[in-house]
């Protein structure tokens, strides 16, 4: 993919996050705060509350030297994909959750969300997303950085439940099963794996 530059989110490129999220439907309303909020926060958010959370998250990593919540794909000056990734534990959703259990007691990072403009989806974006992810993870001192993706081998997914990324992406790019999320009733589900992939 030519002319591909990948860079953190920072209050300056806030227009091009928003041009980009304005080109498919679910980012106009989740604003990648899906994960971030506990399940009863979120559900009570209006669209708004959403963009001015995630608006707010990428102010204050600015303000205070932290991680950018995520990182922007830039082809011919225009944003075309996105990557929401930080520690685990700054995904409230994922702390507090029964079905994507914690592995181990490592301080992980996670890999949690991409958007990828429609015209530019099976171009390989996705792992340009997914190497520069783990290149920023690294630059942070992550030791290790996991996913949660869906397996879409022999079924028909329409491409937002895709979010997650799909498997085959993280193996690709070197990330190896350490679990696998679990059904309500606690029952392992091989079709979304917990994978991993070891910074140190």
Not at 33 to 49: E, I
Not at 65 to 84: E, F, I, K, N, T
Not at 173 to 179: C, K, L, Y
Request: proline letters at 8%; charged letters at 30%; hydrophobic letters at 40%.
């Amino acid at each position: 993919m030519p002319n591909l530059e990948v860079h953190p989110l920072t209050p300056e490129r806030w227009d091009d996050l928003v041009d980009l999220f304005r080109q498919d439907r679910d980012p106009r309303w989740c604003w990648c705060m899906w994960w971030r909020l506990r399940a009863k926060d979120f559900s009570a958010n209006r669209v708004a509350d959403n963009r001015a959370g995630l608006e707010a998250l990428t102010t204050a990593a600015a303000a205070d030297g932290g991680p950018a919540p995520g990182l922007l794909a830039y082809m011919d000056d225009r944003a075309v994909g996105w990557v929401s990734l930080g520690p685990r534990d700054d995904f409230e959703r994922l702390r507090r959750s029964k079905v994507i259990p914690r592995v181990d007691d490592r301080p992980v990072w996670s890999v949690v969300c991409f958007v990828v403009n429609p015209q530019a989806r099976g171009t390989g974006l996705a792992r340009r997303l997914l190497d520069a992810a783990v290149a920023y993870a690294r630059e942070h001192g992550a030791q290790a950085i996991e996913a949660y993706p869906v397996d879409p081998e022999g079924q028909r997914l329409e491409p937002e439940a895709l979010f997650p990324g799909a498997v085959r992406t993280f193996r690709a790019a070197g990330f190896e099963g350490v679990g696998s999320r679990l059904t309500q009733s606690g029952q392992p589900r091989p079709d979304r794996p917990i994978v991993r992939l070891d910074l140190g």
